[in-house]
């Protein structure tokens, strides 16, 4: 009966810790969103850096993919044309 009593304050203990930590992953949040927007954060201007670098390269990404969809489309409309 005791083994009960324990398991259940094991996992009842467990839970409440686990709850006690998403609000602060949440909050960590907020507060780097609200520096990140009043330009607070340690190390601001790497962070920014790496934060346009990385949006340079999501642009050029999806930009190289739709020209390369065009190739293929031009290759494919051209292999149509030889084939007739």
């Known amino acids: 009966m005791k083994l009960h009593y324990l398991f259940m304050i094991a996992i009842a203990l467990s839970t409440l810790s686990a709850c006690g930590q998403k609000p602060t992953e949440t909050t960590e ?38 020209k390369m969809e065009e190739i293929a489309k031009e290759i494919k409309n051209k292999t149509e044309d030889a084939v007739k």
Do not use: C, H, W
Request: proline share 3%; glycine share 2%.
């Open 29 to 66: 949040k907020v507060m780097d969103k609200v520096n990140d927007a009043l330009d607070r954060r340690p190390n601001e201007k790497a962070r920014d850096a790496v934060e346009d670098i990385t949006s340079a390269v999501k642009d050029a990404s999806e930009e190289a993919q739709g």
